[in-house]
């Protein structure tokens, strides 16, 4: 484990790069194969006898299952297996840990296939594995399902009410650190609460107080590949899957868990990710797949569709916000208040722990309070989507951040300098922070030529806005074996999303002294390499980068040992420097005792884990400039920039794709997505047809300034970098459309028909 | 000896005290020194000696994988804090 001394150890001095590889920009390894169409994804997956699935799901928004006759669909020739929750083993009231969370597994059971209740349209109940994929649809539209259907409840606030039709019977108000539940059943699942100091005493003191209630609207992950899972359950009872998934070793604790069999007995294939963001992690099709699979006796493949996508998978949540923030004179916090309630849609599992740890997290906040409620609506389960639950936050914070600024007539940046968190800073939540780079992702964007460039014309206007996440680090496993020409296999666990196979590879080679190119690393399945948790939570390049740092000194280490020993030394002659092996009167380059070694010895395996959880957390600031018609409410996009701390940016153009990448979720977030539900709870929006995403034609270049404060808690410097960039592109939007035209929007998106309501409310008023 | 913030809906039953100074090589341990402060509190925190589900444990300023396990100096500060995860 690297030391602090270590560390510094590798500071560069004057104009000498601090590193040999980090920083550098080699082409990433699986790029000709993803340029040309020879990259795997889950659907290419092809295996010998394989059948396909289809899924029978709810029309309903929420209804009771009095009935389900599958005996027309058995019937219908060419079909191999039908199976309904009935088929699945109960899980009773266990809870799983799937390293990033828990899980009540008779809800991801039930959410996989529906067992007395549907939760939401799209939810699936059954399902079908026939020789074709056109039998298979045919014969699931051949189940009977007779329910009593139920009304939907679609909001959050209104899912709290006590007139309210309950969602799930199990579910109570569950107060977290306490664990006391309620004693009826109800749709809030849990409550939490953080305060800091006196909140009274502090809004006594403050001189100016905002309070405003923001809402933010249902919004899915987009990525463009849907959610696949091929099965084969053999009949010694070995399961293998074959997905795409942002975890394969969560998949198969899912698996073994709710098809109760071991976890040795299950291996899961990674096929490469076409996308994920935190969509990818709970299972919906691989138990249903090795199901049929074990009743069919055959390979079975299940396909989601783009409809099935966004009814039927996870999106983040809608959200109500209430904020209070107070300052005093001098522009200085006095006090902050929060009240949260997100939607976890059907089921327990919304990111309100996240979004209360979040709302204040860029600000120096003497007495805080922050209330927050996990609540159930008749909408899919949500899942996790970049910097879970903060731009929700930060969407309401920054806002009245905002307003506070204008009764003080202080400059926007500025109050957020003087307000800055800093290391040694206490979040509401209790925790201090440790060396931290909002300061000077702030001052990056005071200082960048666009924030200084002048914005002229009507109806244009400039915003800023923060944000955090926390980043996770978790177990990470990493296995190098050294070829006979001096080249490494490096296998590893992590799916690669946003280029991490190389990242990883840099951190080895830098460790190694040697050049990435000469390393293959491989993104292997769960039998092939130590546990490894999920892609997800910013924490891969952190932490399997980690776990490749400690290949490489163990690989050092052997190295010196066998040198010493084919050069008849001892072994504290000999020494390992960037690249060399010394010893006395020898320097031997590492391929070249590679080649020594391999010719007369065992082979050289190195074995690197990581279970550190310093990540440090990321800041990042943008800026944005933009032109609002104001006889239709569309706000263009003229200029964007975001300076994000990346700690130390290992491939910078990779640090460059995910800030932008993360921005345009987040501008997508902020002007035009949602989940557009009618009264019946039928998602009326769900293909990409009619849910709008950005694309290329919407927006200009995301230019990006990438600051770099080393996370002292990681040999490198790593911090996470992909969940920040999500976080302060409403909040900036915002802000800039409110300089543009002078309406505050309180609601996401900031659509035209939202933005329009608002000019001509104002218009009214004048 | 370390510090010991208590969850604000658990301050209630602890004399409305924030945090405490607590006596204890580990989490567990100090979470004990407190029941032994104020008896009750170890079964709302950590149940039968484990974490609850959905909890996390951090001690100076880092979420510990080790949980109540996890050894704390006379320096540390312990918080429980809702476990997340990422995107």
Known sequence: MATIDETKAAEGSGDTPKYKVIGTRPIRHDGADKVTGRALYGADIKVKGMIYGAILRSPHAHANIKSIDTSKAKALPGVRAVITSADLPEPGDKIAELGEGSVVLNHLSSNNLARTKVLYKGHSIAAVAADNIHIAQEAANLIEVEYEVLPPVLNVLKAMSDEAPVLNPDVRTEEVATGEKGDEPTNIAKRFLFEKGDIEKGFAEAKYVVEREFNTSTVHQGYIEPHVATALWNNDGQITVWTSTQGTFSVRQQVAELLDVPLARVKVVPAEIGGGFGGKISVYLAPVAATLSRIAGAPVQVVMDRTDVLQATGPTPGSHIKIKMGVDADGHITAADAWMAYEAGAYPGSPIGAGAMCVFSCYDVPNGRVEGYDVCVNKPRTNAYRAPGATNAAFATETVVEELCEKLGMAPVDFRLLNASKEGTRRVDGVTYPRIGLVETLEAIKESDHFKSPLEAQHRGRGIASGFWFNAGLKSAVTATVNSDGSVSLLEGSTDIGGSRTAIAMQFAETLGIAAEDIKPAVVDTDSVGYTDVTGGSRVTYATGWAAYEAGKDLQRQIVARAADLWEVDSDQVSYEDGYVLGPDKKVSFKEIAVELSAVGEPLVGRGVSNHNEPGGAFGTHVVDVEVDPDTGKVDILRYTAAQDCGTAIHPAYVEGQIQGGAVQGIGWGLNEEYWYDEDGSMRNANFLDYRIPTCYDLPMIDTIIVEVPNPGHPFGVRGVGEVPIVPPPAALAAAIYDAVGVRMDELPMSPPRVLHELLKKQKES | ?87
Request: charged content about 20%; aromatic content about 4%; hydrophobic content about 35%.
């Open chain 2, 1 to 87: 000896m370390p510090r010991l913030f208590i969850p604000p809906l658990l301050r209630s039953y602890c004399g409305g005290k924030e945090e405490m100074i607590v006596e204890g090589a580990t989490v567990l341990e100090a979470v004990q020194s407190l029941d032994n402060e104020y008896p009750g509190v170890m079964e709302r925190l950590c149940p039968e000696g484990k974490l609850r589900a959905g909890t996390s444990v951090t001690v100076d300023q880092n979420v510990t994988p080790r949980g109540l396990s996890q050894k704390v100096s006379s320096e540390s500060e312990i918080h429980f804090l809702p476990a997340i995860g990422g995107g």
